[in-house]
């Protein structure tokens, strides 16, 4: 399906929020990674399995396939970031976070699933200067 525009409109929230942005621009958010690549997000919601906070709410990011045909290529998600006790209104909660903190997250999350080296760079160093 080809996209087509929708013109933003600001009457449906603040779009500086995560969910005023996606009912402001009738989509989801889009961010570039600190690793270079595309992510869209989502706000999700389960059960916690904690009566006092029954639903919590966290962000999946949908990382988007750089090369070849379009599609996903994988996602990181977050722990639940808020707690409500219906799923609408923990969703509601974590909606009202700033996009200058979903970012944040976003690269945290991604230097959380970078693979550790496996040798220092000193290591590597002296090894290729035998």
Not at 61 to 78: K, N, P, S
Not at 98 to 125: G, N
């Amino acid at each position: 399906m080809p996209g087509r525009f929708l013109p933003p409109d600001p009457s449906r929230g603040d779009e500086s929020t995560i969910a005023g942005y996606m009912a402001v621009h009738a989509r989801p958010a889009a961010f570039q990674g600190s690793d270079g690549l595309s992510y869209s997000v989502a706000i999700e919601s389960d059960r916690t399995g904690d009566a006092d906070r029954p639903w919590g709410a966290y962000f999946l990011f949908v990382r988007w396939r750089r090369l070849g045909a379009q599609g996903v290529e994988g996602h990181l998600e977050t722990p639940f970031l808020a707690f409500a006790a219906t799923p609408a209104e923990a969703v509601e909660a974590l909606g009202r976070m700033s996009l200058v903190e979903v970012k944040a997250i976003l690269d945290d999350r991604i230097r959380q699933a970078a693979p550790r080296p496996s040798r220092t760079w000193w290591d590597v160093m002296k090894d290729e200067g035998e």
